[in-house]
């Protein structure tokens, strides 16, 4: 039974968490540039002059411009919410055995690039929900509903990449 149990933490947990000590030294040393990136594709799909967005201390603040009779609460993201979708899902598609380098490779663009554009879309759809409520008398419940939603978006879309990444036998023949 013992060596079962150690079998399995060599095969699959110890390169797991040696990608995942790996890519949060890059993040720390990434963060930044990601922010800005991530930050500068949203700003350039925002409706500007009536919502704001900034990013200080890695964390994005999305509200809007001009406060009028209803008091709006800010959306603010911290960036490692951002971080932990790449580097969970870096350290499973590269820390997992049976596949090619090179499939693992394109796994990883995939998920990097498919979380991108997810958050750059939620941070540009918080813009147009604030836009959009701000012309209403009273807080609509679609815009509460989104605000307390895009929390558990970003954590769980990782995790549904994980689990497709293990469910699917991508470069495996059978």
Known sequence: ????????????????????I???AAWYLAAHSYERLL???AWSLFP????FLTLKDHVFSIGPRLAGEVAFPQLTITSYNFGFGLIVTGSVILGIRGRSWRVRFIGLCCAWLILLLTQ?????AAAHTYRLAVSQSEIPFGFSLFIKSVHPI?????IVII???????????V
Not at 48 to 51: A, K
């Open 39 to 41: 930050g500068n594709i």
């Open 120 to 124: 750059t879309g939620l941070l540009v």
């Open 154 to 158: 970003i954590t769980l879309l990782p």
């Open 22 to 24: 790996t890519g949060f």
């Open 1 to 20: 039974m013992k060596s079962a149990v150690r079998k399995i933490a060599s095969s699959h947990v110890t390169p797991v968490l040696l990608w995942s």
């Open 163 to 173: 689990v497709l990444w293990v469910a699917i036998p991508f470069g495996k023949r």
């Open 48 to 51: 500007q002059t009536e919502v």
